[in-house]
């Protein structure tokens, strides 16, 4: 664990020894005539206001671009955007569910963009507001990835408390697909009462399809003193479909079998059994500096007689500068078939400090 938090300043640290106070946006009579010559982004804003430079990624409603006349990359939102024009290859997502590489070309209309599907060779005229996600097909390992480090302490003199709350989380987006990984771990001991701990992984993999639909496939992990689970491993396959996506929010269903390898404390030999799983997942993020994420999955067996399982988590963000931010966070796992002499149910709720690589 102090390797992945001394990793995790090391990023931040490189991140902000490259900040300057530079100004990033710059009236049209005052663009630089060699960053004309060395760029191939322009953002022209509500404003008037034009941002050249080279655009790293559009995602949940923020624009981010590199420019040449300033170390730091800068952010804005996408609704604040007029015209857009590139000549680049991007990966270009719409809220239809279209998904293709395309390049972007600015309108005669305000607030929209042509888009040139470089592999159909058409030409189509779109509105700003139906692009949900821009991404350029060359861009290198690091500029794909994102990551994100949370903690939390508690300690207390009554009953000599120490717990520590570890949150660790990575992502990656290809061109037709993204992955992520996760680490939670609570760890808590006090004074007279059994120690506590609780450790979820996560490793999830989901292939875009047309139409906004899309394959999840993962393989989760969770290890529990509450509900006596030593380890329990669940292995998901499924097909799912975004019911809505756009730069305000995404609402995600999906549904498929799950196959579930537990082994409970004290008990020498493993449950297994197969499962259907049901899950939702529902992510609003134009909400200013906070951003809040629901997921609920619901296990009914294939194979133990009317035992039912449900996992869900609640995730509210506050951003902060720098790339820092506040986590507040609930997680319910309910289990209406547990190991005789277990809990049911488990909760956790967390508030947790954190910094991103964005």
Not at 37 to 66: A, C, F, R, S, Y
Not at 278 to 297: A, E, P, R
Not at 327 to 353: H, R
Request: with cysteine; hydrophobic share 35%.
């Amino acid at each position: 664990m102090n390797k992945i938090s001394l990793l995790f300043f090391i990023l931040f640290f490189l991140k902000i020894s490259a900040q300057t106070p530079d100004s990033l946006a710059l009236k049209n009579n005052q663009i630089p005539k060699a960053v004309y010559e060395h760029t191939t982004d322009t953002l022209v804003l509500k404003n008037d206001d034009v941002i050249i430079g080279e655009i790293k990624i559009m995602n949940k409603g923020v624009l981010q671009i590199e420019t040449d006349y300033s170390k730091d990359d800068f952010k804005l939102e996408w609704k604040e955007l007029k015209y857009i024009s590139s000549k680049k290859v991007h990966i270009i997502s719409l809220n239809s569910g279209v998904l293709l590489n395309g390049i972007l070309s600015k309108s005669k209309t305000p607030n929209k963009c042509q888009i040139t599907n470089v592999d159909s060779k058409t030409k189509f005229e779109v509105k700003l507001s139906e692009i949900v996600y821009i991404k350029p097909v060359n861009d290198s390992f690091w500029d794909r990835l994102d990551a994100s480090f949370d903690a939390g302490i508690k300690l207390t003199k009554a009953q000599n408390l120490q717990q520590l709350t570890v949150n660790v989380n990575l992502g990656y987006t290809a061109k037709r697909w993204y992955g992520t990984a996760t680490y939670k771990q609570i760890q808590s001991v006090q004074d007279d009462s059994d120690p506590i701990r609780r450790i979820d992984t996560d490793l999830s993999y989901i292939h875009l399809l047309p139409r906004d639909y899309f394959i999840p496939l993962s393989i989760t992990t969770l290890s529990n003193t509450e509900q006596d689970i030593d380890l329990r491993i669940i292995s998901k396959a499924g097909y799912g479909k975004y019911l809505m996506h756009s730069n305000k929010k995404y609402w995600g269903v999906a549904a498929g079998l799950s196959f579930n390898h537990e082994r409970y404390i004290d008990t020498n030999e493993p449950n297994k059994s197969l499962e259907l799983f049901l899950g939702t997942d529902l992510n609003l993020y134009d909400i200013g500096d906070f951003s809040i994420q629901s997921k609920v999955t619901v296990f009914p067996s294939l194979t133990e007689n009317k035992r039912v399982r449900t996992d869900f988590n609640l995730d509210t963000k506050y951003d902060l500068p720098l790339d820092f931010f506040i986590k507040l966070s609930f997680v319910y796992n309910y289990d209406n078939k547990p190991k005789e002499g277990a809990a049911k149910d488990d909760y956790v709720f967390q508030t947790t400090f954190g910094w991103k690589l964005d």
